[in-house]
């Protein structure tokens, strides 16, 4: 049984700073990461009470941009920056820097490798094991009617790929091609692949969080609210078992003083199916 926990942020100077939320499990604990101004962030979070791991991994000149969190053999991957991968173990403390150099906020474990997307081009690299480039990158620019919708999320169902692009959702397949479907969601979401389709946790305008699963006809067949998040960044959403485990920011920790937010936390707690 998975507690409420807070996980308290540091002050921001800036809400454009900070790095938006990810999520992922081993299928023995958790862990989240964000970028906090220059720095990289994650919190090992155990599934049946006790201390939270929490340790600031990197710190630089640059605005860290999303770190994205996925489980690796070896312990778990963040992707972060521009063309970063650090890898961690279970105590949130630094293993090592792979090599690459390939442009990721967005990532999934696949069976063969990893799955990275770059919002700001709107592509979709596929990697080994040893983070080297499988192929060329899979365009899915212009899928969403909306010009200027970027990537926001991305899942992995051993090598097939569940993508989103603004309110429409993306299947790859192992052969990478590309099936879009429309969705009723909110813009600011992310999703988790399941056995039968995805699921999905978005921020509504009333600071809302919005659970829903889908088929993978991508017809709707839950949809509930679960939580309160801020409207400006997506809840983190990861599977473990038969339940979810959302990561939102908490509005209640937000505090605005010219334009600057102060101490915002996050939130993790469980979802029934």
């Known amino acids: 049984m998975l507690n409420t926990y807070r996980v308290c942020c540091g002050q921001l100077a800036d809400p454009r700073f900070y790095g938006g939320l990810s999520i992922a499990t081993d299928g023995k604990g958790f862990m989240t990461c964000w970028g906090e101004g220059n720095k990289t962030r994650c919190a090992s979070i155990p599934t049946n009470g006790g201390t939270i791991a929490q340790s600031t991994l990197l710190s630089g000149d640059g605005i860290i941009q999303g770190p994205h969190v996925v489980p690796a053999p070896s312990g778990w991957v963040v992707f972060y920056g521009a063309h970063s991968v650090l890898a961690i173990d279970a105590s949130t403390h630094s293993i090592g820097f792979p090599n690459t150099m390939i442009p990721a906020t967005l990532a999934a474990a696949t069976t063969s490798g990893f799955a990275v997307g770059s919002p700001e081009k709107n592509t979709v690299q596929r990697l080994d094991r040893a983070f080297q480039p499988v192929g060329p990158a899979i365009d899915v620019a212009g899928r969403d009617p909306s010009a200027a919708a970027r990537l926001t999320s991305i899942a992995a169902t051993d090598d097939a790929l569940s993508l989103l692009?603004?309110?429409?959702?993306?299947?790859?397949?192992?052969?990478?091609?590309?099936?879009?479907?429309?969705?009723?969601?909110?813009?600011?979401?992310?999703?988790?692949?399941?056995?039968?389709?995805?699921?999905?946790?978005?921020?509504?305008?009333?600071?809302?969080?919005?659970?829903?699963?889908?088929?993978?006809?991508?017809?709707?067949?839950?949809?509930?609210?679960?939580?309160?998040?801020?409207?400006?960044?997506?809840?983190?959403?990861?599977?473990?078992?038969?339940?979810?485990?959302?990561?939102?920011?908490?509005?209640?920790?937000?505090?605005?003083?010219?334009?600057?937010?102060?101490?915002?936390?996050?939130?993790?707690?469980?979802?029934?199916?």
């Open 165 to 273: 692009q603004g309110v429409v959702a993306l299947r790859i397949d192992p052969q990478n091609q590309i099936v879009a479907t429309p969705l009723d969601v909110s813009s600011i979401a992310s999703l988790v692949a399941t056995a039968d389709g995805v699921a999905i946790a978005g921020a509504t305008f009333e600071n809302l969080v919005k659970f829903r699963r889908l088929d993978a006809a991508s017809h709707v067949t839950v949809s509930r609210t679960v939580g309160c998040a801020t409207d400006d960044s997506a809840p983190a959403i990861a599977k473990s078992g038969e339940r979810f485990i959302v990561a939102t920011l908490d509005p209640d920790g937000a505090r605005s003083v010219f334009y600057a937010k102060a101490y915002r936390a996050i939130h993790v707690f469980a979802v029934d199916p």
